[in-house]
């Protein structure tokens, strides 16, 4: 048998099993920080981080953020939209050992996600969730939130109304 049969067995087989990853897998870990930015003109600005030590807020937007950078209204959004030309959430998920090594994510992986994800977690949840089919890094909906890992679940009731709202 050559060489690049063997090539044209394996490659489509290891593709396959990173989309079945993220058809049948549910990835499962801690969030252990959260953070928003602005991007104007090419230019990225640090908006909020939000982590273990604390929450950390640009200078510039302290008033118009108020007390809570950890959960962004429709309102907040709207106006960091006038001032950005977009603005992106993410959060940085410490992943759970489990499920099969083979296909698992590890360590710490950040994530892109809608505003009323982001808003609907904090540092410290354990979640259960699905990335998208076209970018493995954006998270794209919640299958269980919970306090403690011992009580996350593979499925449950998750308390965001809208997870793909921005």
């Known amino acids: 048998m050559k060489r690049r049969s063997v ?28 953070r928003f930015v602005g991007i104007a003109e090419g230019e990225t600005t640090e908006i909020a981080v939000i982590d273990d030590d604390g929450t950390t807020v640009s200078s510039e937007h302290e008033e118009q953020l108020g007390q809570s950078p950890a959960e962004i209204s429709p309102e907040a959004a709207t106006s960091l939209r006038e001032t950005y030309d977009s603005i992106r959430f993410h959060v940085t998920v410490n992943h759970h050992n489990g499920s099969l090594k083979v296909f698992s994510r590890t360590g710490l992986v950040e994530y892109r996600t809608s505003r009323a994800l982001y808003s609907g977690t904090t540092v410290g949840d354990h979640i259960s969730f699905q990335t998208s089919l076209l970018n493995s890094d954006t998270i794209i909906s919640l299958s269980c939130l919970a306090d403690e890992k011992e009580s996350l679940q593979r499925r449950c009731r998750v308390g965001v109304e809208d997870p793909t709202a921005e």
């Open 7 to 34: 090539l044209a067995g394996v490659v489509p087989f290891l593709q396959g099993g990173r989309w079945l990853d993220q058809l049948l897998l549910v990835n499962q870990g801690e969030i252990v920080q959260k």
